[in-house]
């Protein structure tokens, strides 16, 4: 398995409470992401890294914010935590191109807002 | 952006049989990879077959294979001799060959039946 670890697994937190979720990875892969995962939506991107202290927003990144201040963690940060950001999160880990290219992921961290 | 559309929420397939799934995406690039993760009951995302969009061969991988046709933007996934072990989510997924942005489809839930 890909050394990619997600923390915490699960988390129950209250409404407007900030929440940080972190990815940690022991690969040296240069990409990273956070996903979202919701029945009838499969994964939508929220934001990912190509690099230190370079991020993108996904098609779904309203409400969240990123960092990455070195190559192995890449932080999510719900700055005031709503019910529906409940959800379960998906970290995930890539390396450029070639033949053998695919995202490596996280098991997840089940989020749910009280 | 780039969008993927799976258009069967819900599959079902004998055992022994073959099942082919539907994916077709959205893109106005030429330099692309797909895939075909698996999601079964532990949450865990694995890899099942991928696919780069400058080779013309369809991927296979032991039972599971694809019928990639790149002027219709589509990308099925046939599973033949379905096993009871390939129920499961099935994500179909899109990405970027210069920057590694990736983007998922909503999903199909396949269940073999014995």
């Known amino acids: 398995d890909a050394g990619i670890t997600q923390s915490p697994r699960h988390k129950v937190t209250e409404t407007g409470t900030p929440v940080t979720l972190r990815c940690h990875q022991t690969?040296?892969?240069?990409?990273m992401y956070w996903y979202r995962q919701d029945p009838g939506h499969g994964l939508r991107l929220i934001h990912y890294s190509y690099g230190v202290k370079d991020t993108d927003k996904g098609e779904v990144s309203d409400g969240y914010s990123v960092s990455r201040s070195k190559t192995e963690d890449f932080l999510l940060t719900l700055e005031s935590a709503t019910s529906s950001q409940t959800s379960v999160y998906f970290c995930a880990i890539s390396n450029l191109g070639g033949a053998n290219t695919e995202a490596f992921f996280g098991q997840g961290t089940r989020l749910t807002v009280v | 952006a780039q969008t993927v559309t799976q258009s069967q929420p819900e599959m079902s397939v004998q055992e022994a049989e073959t099942v082919t799934l539907s994916c077709t995406y959205d893109?106005?690039?030429?330099?692309?990879?797909l895939f075909w993760y698996k999601q079964p009951p532990s949450r865990q995302m694995i890899l099942v077959i991928r696919q780069e969009a400058y080779k013309q061969q369809n991927a296979t991988e032991n039972r599971f294979s694809v019928n990639f046709q790149k002027a219709a933007k589509s990308f099925s996934l046939k599973i033949s001799d379905s096993q009871l072990g390939d129920t499961a989510m099935y994500f179909c997924?899109?990405?970027?060959?210069?920057?590694?942005?990736?983007?998922f489809g909503a999903g199909t839930r396949l269940t073999v039946k014995p």
């Open positions: 893109t106005s690039e030429n330099n692309y990879y």
């Open positions: 690969e040296n892969h240069r990409y």
């Open positions: 997924a899109f990405m970027l060959y210069n920057n590694n942005d990736m983007r």
